[in-house]
């Protein structure tokens, strides 16, 4: 018999397996297909903290970053520094002064994930940087970072560390059934056999739905479909964030040791993961939307991927989804005790989230043994205790979360304070734009 089984092995539930073995659980985890070869394969590689958040969704900026800084002590070797441009040109949705305030708000979060404070480049600055940077109508250029990182490694890493601390991990096994007896879910069936278990969690990403639907339960998701270009080879020295064709998006190019990734889009996409593929109006449009900057970037990419963002369903406009992920414990919402799902959140809090689960299972099961993953490198390495900084309010994320409006307001608020900040900056004269030297001084440090 097994304390805790884990339906689904991508980042949420390798992590959620690892906190569970860790505390002493009896953890069995079933993936149908290969680990983390799902959506979170097919995500843009950043341990990265939602910047775009803070113009509608502070608390998952938070949440991310506060995460983040966890993740890149415990998964330093799979993570690389990422600078990241950001050009600015006449006539982009988002000018110079909205954009610098937003770097200037995301600063004091960037310190919780040990990113480096933005900087201003004139259009002269900007091109010695990017030579094939589109020169007409460029009024500058921003930088921050990120983080990227191998999100297939971290998965693997993640089922290593739970495996060494006892965990058994079953791959190309898909859960057929969840079993229940007398009302309460009891196990699972995969390849035939049936697996008694005191706790099931659903941890299936946008799969959520559909294996809630095994025990006769329901969980709420918008998916929105995301494409990326690949190309093998390195095609840019920096991440680039653009503007995207028609004005309202953004896209990354992302390169790393695996070549380049651009992409994603953001799409509505069909309720079963199954269904989810590329559109060709997808490639275009994000081709187009490279070659609008760089003329010369090749058309001819070498493959695709695309994947469901797994996000909780809630009303608004499809821009301005939350990404707060939730815990459902379903006894308390449908009566049917022994089974929990994780949904909705980021590869940027898989920690969190399998925190989160973790101590919702250690409840049911008596177990109070506090969470150790962020104390322990993937590796088994100890960690020294790290700088806190203010834990993110999940009453208040969870509350606003179903408030979009208020949610957005919240957002809001707190720009128009960065935008006094700012402006009382700018009118002290200290904030100055810096040089392509100071720019490679700073990432290369
Ligand atoms: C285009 C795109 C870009 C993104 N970029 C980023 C980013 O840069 N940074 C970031 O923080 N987040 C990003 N995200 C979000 C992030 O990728 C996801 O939130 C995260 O990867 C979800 O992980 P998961 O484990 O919940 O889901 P998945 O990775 O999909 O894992 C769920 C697993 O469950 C398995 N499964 C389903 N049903 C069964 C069954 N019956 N039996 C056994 N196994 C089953 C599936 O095979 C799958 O492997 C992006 C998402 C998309 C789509």
Same mark, same amino acid.
């Given at each position: 018999?097994?304390?805790? !089984? ?33 959506? /979170? ?22 949440? /991310? ?73 460029? !009024? ?30 079953? /791959? ?68 680039? !964030? ?14 790393? $040791? ?67 992920? $939730? ?27 399998? $925190? ?45 979360? +179903? ?6 307001? +919240? ?35």
């Amino acid at each position: 018999m097994h304390d805790v !089984i884990i339906i689904g092995g991508g980042v949420t539930g390798a992590g959620t397996a690892r906190d569970c073995a860790m505390r002493g659980l009896k953890v069995l985890l079933f993936e149908k297909g290969s680990p983390g070869g799902a959506t /979170t394969a097919s995500s843009t590689h950043l341990i990265h903290g939602g910047l775009r958040y803070l113009l509608y969704d502070r608390l998952t900026t938070h949440t /991310t970053c506060w995460d983040s800084g966890h993740i890149i002590r415990i998964a330093a070797p799979l993570l690389r520094r990422l600078p990241v441009i950001w050009p600015v040109y006449k006539g982009h949705a988002h000018g110079m002064t909205t954009v610098e305030t937003l770097l200037e708000a995301y600063d004091g979060f960037q310190r919780m994930k040990g990113g480096l404070p933005h900087l201003r480049l004139r259009p002269e600055e900007a091109l010695r940087l990017l030579p094939g940077l589109k020169r007409e109508g460029l !009024i500058g250029a921003f930088s921050f970072d990120e983080w990227w990182v191998d999100p297939v490694a971290l998965v693997a890493k993640n089922l290593d560390s739970a495996a060494r601390h006892g965990a058994r991990v079953e /791959t190309g096994s898909a859960v057929t059934e969840i079993l229940r007896r007398d009302g309460k879910v009891c196990g699972v069936a995969a390849q035939g056999a049936e697996y008694p278990g005191r706790v099931v969690i659903n941890a299936s990403g946008p799969w959520a739905d559909k294996t809630a639907r095994m025990a006769g339960l329901r969980i709420p998701l918008r998916l929105q479909k995301g494409t990326h270009l690949c190309y093998r080879e390195r095609l840019t020295p920096v991440g680039l !964030i653009l503007e995207a064709e028609g004005g309202c998006r953004y896209v990354f190019v992302i390169p790393s $040791e695996q070549g380049t990734l651009v992409g994603p889009t953001d799409i509505s996409a069909p309720a079963d993961p199954e269904r989810i593929a590329t559109d060709p109006e997808e490639i275009s449009y994000l081709l187009a939307s490279v070659r609008r900057y760089f003329a010369d970037f090749p058309e001819r990419y070498d493959s695709t991927i695309v994947g469901a963002r797994p996000i909780l369903g809630q009303s608004g406009s499809e821009k301005l989804l939350s990404r707060e992920f $939730e815990v459902f414990d379903h006894a308390k919402r449908d009566g049917v005790e022994g089974l929990l799902t994780i949904g909705g959140g980021k590869l940027s809090d898989f920690r969190i989230m399998a $925190e989160a689960v973790t101590d919702a299972a250690c409840v049911k099961l008596g177990r109070a043994v506090p969470c150790r993953t962020a104390r322990e490198t993937l590796e088994g390495g100890l960690l020294a205790e790290r700088l806190s900084f203010p834990k993110p309010w999940r009453a208040a994320k969870s509350f606003l979360r +179903h408030h979009p409006y208020l949610r957005e307001l +919240h957002a809001l608020a707190y720009l128009g304070t960065g935008l006094a900040r700012h402006l009382a900056r700018e009118a002290l004269g200290r904030n100055r734009d810096s040089t392509a030297e100071s720019f490679r001084k700073l990432y290369e440090s």
